[in-house]
């Protein structure tokens, strides 16, 4: 056997380049690092208190002065919603959900539900999103012992459509799996998290 043959690398005779194999990393083959996505998603599981997922959508647009019927709808003042309104809103609807399955020990010593809340849709500055979804809420919730799924359901359905921007189309089921379900919250990108409701102390 030749010397030439004796080296790792060998020279093309089509065109005259060494070519040489890729460098071993060591792994075994298929592996891949974890997705943003995927890490968040065994990351929330790893605590294993969420066990309900509640889509819920938003009104997109409310009349703020109704008090005319005679006028015509066009005519009436319309605010659009944004960000700061449906954060706002999931927080209304937190509080009220907080106090109706805990009562005074939400109000005295602070017991409330975890969470884990992602906004998708609409048009958002603080979002690297430009989609035509229309805005709408993806909450991983901790189920109290106390309640049954059909009460707390019915709790968050109630709670959800009495806010200001609550809209009564909503999908409400026990989580099959939670890491699938909190990797879905931040599978566009990190910043649909909404940080200032989610709670998982």
């Given at each position: 056997?030749?010397?030439?043959?004796?080296?790792?690398?060998?020279?093309?005779?089509?065109?005259?380049?060494?070519?040489?194999?890729?460098?071993?990393?060591?792994?075994?083959?298929?592996?891949?690092?974890?997705?943003?996505?995927?890490?968040?998603?065994?990351?929330?599981?790893?605590?294993?208190?969420?066990?309900?997922?509640?889509?819920?959508?938003?009104?997109?647009?409310?009349?703020?002065?109704?008090?005319?019927?005679?006028?015509?709808?066009?005519?009436?003042?319309?605010v659009?919603?944004?960000?700061?309104?449906?954060?706002?809103?999931?927080?209304?609807?937190?509080?009220?959900?907080?106090?109706?399955?805990?009562?005074?020990?939400y109000?005295?010593?602070?017991?409330?539900?975890?969470?884990s809340?992602?906004?998708?849709?609409?048009?958002?500055?603080?979002?690297?999103?430009?989609?035509?979804?229309?805005?709408?809420?993806?909450?991983?919730?901790?189920?109290?012992?106390?309640?049954?799924?059909?009460?707390?359901?019915?709790?968050?359905?109630?709670?959800?459509?009495?806010?200001?921007?609550?809209?009564?189309?909503?999908?409400?089921?026990?989580?099959?799996?939670?890491?699938?379900?909190?990797?879905?919250?931040?599978?566009?990108?990190?910043?649909?998290?909404?940080?200032?409701?989610?709670?998982?102390?």
């Open positions: 056997m030749r010397a030439s043959e004796n080296t790792i690398g060998h020279r093309s005779a089509a065109t005259g380049v060494s070519v040489s194999p890729a460098p071993s990393s060591g792994r075994k083959s298929g592996y891949r690092h974890p997705s943003l996505p995927d890490s968040f998603g065994t990351w929330i599981a790893a605590d294993g208190a969420l066990d309900v997922r509640a889509d819920l959508t938003f009104r997109q647009v409310i009349c703020v002065d109704s008090s005319d019927r005679h006028l015509e709808y066009r005519h009436r003042r319309k659009w919603i944004n960000d700061r309104h449906a954060i706002d809103n999931i927080s209304k609807f937190l509080h009220r959900l907080n106090y109706d399955c805990y009562k005074s020990a109000k005295r010593y602070g017991k409330r539900i975890k969470v809340s992602a906004i998708e849709g609409g048009v958002s500055d603080l979002r690297e999103e430009w989609g035509t979804k229309r805005l709408h809420a993806h909450l991983l919730l901790e189920k109290p012992d106390h309640i049954d799924f059909d009460a707390f359901r019915a709790a968050i359905t109630k709670n959800w459509v009495s806010t200001k921007w609550g809209y009564n189309e909503l999908n409400i089921e026990m989580i099959k799996s939670l890491s699938g379900s909190a990797a879905y919250q931040v599978i566009e990108k990190m910043d649909a998290l909404d940080i200032k409701n989610t709670y998982l102390g």
